[in-house]
C-alpha cells in the first residue's frame, strides 16, 4: 500500500467553523489532490499541488484552501463549513516513474459531516 | 460536470459470470484508468490504458478503448463474490495528472 494517511478519518462539525484536514505521504511523490466524493457524482477534484508551495483550484474550489509547505503534507481547510461540505474527502498522490499523469494512490478518506 | 459517465450504474451478476461496465467520456484523452473502491475504503487502481491503446489485460480484466466513440469497456471474467465493489473509469486530458471521474458502477457479485 502506497504511504498515505488521512486526518481525522471522521469529523462532526458544526456550521461555520473551520476545519482542516490533512493528507501525509511518504513516498515523496511530486503530485497531490484532493477530492470529494458524494453519491451520484463519483469524485469530484477541489484542488491539487505540482509541488511545495504550488497550487492550483480544481473543479469544486470554492470554500476551499489548500497549502503545502512540505512535500510529504497536503491540507485542505474549510475556513467556514456549510452543510453542503458534507461529504468524503479523499486525498490521492502521483508522480512516481509514470509522472502526473500516471496512476493515482488514494488514502482512506476523511468523513465530514457538517451541521 | 463529469467526464466519465458509467453504464449500467448497477450491476448484479452470480459468482462465475463475466461482469462488463462501459465507460462513454467527452473531450480528448492522454488517457482512461480503471478504479475499484471497495465499500468504505479508497479507490484502488486498476489498469490504465493509454489513448493510442485499444486493449488491455490484467489478470482477470480487460479493458478496451474506442477513441472515435470515446467509450471503454471493462470486463471482469470470472467474478468472484470478492469483486463486489464499485468500479470507477477516470479520464486523464492535460499533463497536471487531474483525473476526472465517473459516477460508477455498483457490482455486486452473490456466492
Known amino acids: 500500500d502506497a504511504g498515505i494517511t488521512q486526518s481525522p478519518r471522521h469529523k462532526v462539525t458544526e456550521t461555520g467553523t473551520p476545519v482542516t484536514l490533512r493528507c501525509h505521504q511518504t513516498e515523496n511523490h511530486r503530485y497531490m489532490y484532493w477530492y470529494r466524493q458524494d453519491p451520484g457524482h463519483g469524485l469530484r477534484l477541489i484542488h491539487y499541488s505540482y509541488g511545495v508551495k504550488d497550487t492550483d483550484k480544481g473543479e469544486v474550489s470554492d470554500g476551499y484552501s489548500v497549502s503545502r509547505s512540505k512535500t510529504e503534507d497536503f491540507l485542505l481547510t474549510l475556513e467556514s463549513a456549510t452543510s453542503s461540505q458534507t461529504s468524503v474527502y479523499f486525498c490521492?498522490?502521483?508522480?512516481?516513474?509514470?509522472?502526473?499523469?500516471?496512476?493515482?494512490?488514494f488514502g482512506e478518506g476523511s468523513r465530514l459531516t457538517v451541521l | 460536470s463529469q467526464q466519465g459517465e458509467e453504464d449500467p450504474q448497477a450491476l448484479s451478476i452470480q459468482e462465475g459470470e463475466n461482469a462488463t461496465m462501459n465507460c462513454s467520456y467527452k473531450t480528448s484523452i492522454n488517457n482512461l484508468q480503471w478504479y475499484r473502491q471497495n465499500s468504505g475504503r479508497g479507490l484502488v487502481h486498476l489498469i490504465l490504458i493509454r489513448s493510442n491503446e485499444r486493449e488491455k489485460h490484467s489478470g482477470r480484466l480487460r479493458v478496451t478503448l474506442d477513441t472515435s466513440k470515446k467509450s471503454s469497456s471493462l470486463l471482469i471474467t470470472a467474478s468472484r463474490a470478492a469483486d463486489t465493489a464499485s468500479y470507477f473509469c477516470?479520464?486523464?486530458?492535460?499533463?497536471?495528472?487531474?483525473?476526472?471521474f465517473g459516477a460508477g458502477t455498483q457490482v455486486v457479485v452473490t456466492p
Open positions: 490521492a498522490i502521483s508522480g512516481g516513474l509514470a509522472g502526473a499523469t500516471g496512476e493515482l494512490f
Open positions: 477516470a479520464t486523464v486530458n492535460d499533463s497536471w495528472g487531474k483525473l476526472q
